[in-house]
C-alpha cells in the first residue's frame, strides 16, 4: 500500500514570509496529490491538487509541484498571511484502493 | 462544489452503548464513501471504504464487527460503532467521490465522546 511522509511536522514563519511544506510517496503508481488545510475542529479543506501528468501547479498564493521520478511532492505558500495558520495535509492516490494516504500533517502557525 | 453533509456533528453516549453516524452527498451521487477517524493532533486514518450497494472493505486493524458500515445508496453511507468505549472517543469524518474522478468532498465530522 501507500506510503506518505510530511515535513516538517511544525512550522513557524513571519507573515509575509514563504512556507514550504515537503512529502514523499512510495507507491510510483500514484496519479492523484491533494492537498488539504484543517482548522481545529473542522473538516479538511481541499486547497490545491496535482495530478501525474503535470509537475506544477499555481493558484494565486498557493503552489504544488510534483517530481515523480523522486516520488516528491511539495506546497509553497508565498506571502503568508495570519489566516492561513492550520495544520496542512498532503496526500496521495493509492491506486490499489482508489483511496487517499494521508501525511502526518505539519502545523503552520504565521506570527503577525 | 459538491456537498457532503454528516449527522450528528456531535455526541455523547454512555460507555456500551452504540452509535449511528450518517454521511450523505447532497448535490451528486458518490459511488464511494470513506469512513476516517481522527484523534487529536493526529492525522486522519482510512477505516473503510465503502461502495454502494456492496460491504465495505476495511483497513486492517479495524474491527468490521465493531463498526458497521452501510452503503445502501448513492447518497448515504452510514457508521455505527457498537458497543462503544471510551476509546472509540474521536473525530470521525466520513468523505465521497464519483466513480469518473479522484476527488474526495468531505463531511464536516462527528465528535464522539464515550463516556
Known amino acids: 500500500g501507500e506510503n506518505v511522509e510530511q515535513h516538517p511536522s511544525t512550522l513557524s514563519v513571519q507573515e509575509g514570509d514563504s512556507a514550504v511544506i515537503k512529502c514523499t510517496y512510495s507507491d510510483s503508481a500514484s496519479n492523484y496529490f491533494p492537498w488539504y488545510k484543517q482548522e481545529l475542529g473542522k473538516r479538511p479543506q481541499l486547497i490545491i491538487d496535482?495530478?501525474?501528468?503535470?509537475g506544477e501547479k499555481k493558484d494565486q498564493r498557493i503552489a504544488v509541484t510534483l517530481n515523480k521520478t523522486a516520488k516528491h511532492f511539495s506546497l509553497h505558500i508565498t506571502e503568508t498571511q495570519p489566516e492561513d495558520s492550520a495544520v496542512y495535509f498532503c496526500a496521495a492516490l493509492d491506486t490499489g484502493r482508489r483511496a487517499l494516504t494521508f501525511g502526518s500533517g505539519t502545523r503552520l502557525q504565521v506570527q503577525p | 462544489g459538491a456537498v457532503v453533509s454528516q449527522h450528528p456533528s456531535w455526541v455523547i453516549c454512555k460507555s456500551g452503548t452504540s452509535v449511528k453516524i450518517e454521511c450523505r452527498s447532497l448535490?451528486?451521487?458518490?459511488?464511494?464513501m470513506f469512513w476516517y477517524r481522527q484523534f487529536p493532533k493526529q492525522s486522519l486514518m482510512l477505516m473503510a471504504t465503502?461502495?454502494?450497494?456492496?460491504?465495505?472493505?476495511?483497513e486492517q486493524g479495524v474491527e468490521k464487527d465493531k463498526f458497521l458500515i452501510n452503503h445502501a445508496s448513492l447518497t448515504l453511507s452510514t457508521l455505527t460503532v457498537t458497543s462503544a468505549h471510551p476509546e472509540d472517543s474521536s473525530f470521525y469524518i466520513c468523505?465521497?467521490?464519483?466513480?469518473?474522478?479522484?476527488?474526495?468532498?468531505f463531511g464536516p465530522g462527528t465528535r464522539l465522546t464515550v463516556l
Open positions: 465503502s461502495n454502494e450497494g456492496s460491504k465495505a472493505t476495511y
Open positions: 468523505s465521497a467521490r464519483t466513480s469518473s474522478d479522484n476527488e474526495q468532498f
Open positions: 448535490d451528486f451521487q458518490a459511488t464511494t
Open positions: 496535482i495530478r501525474s501528468n503535470v
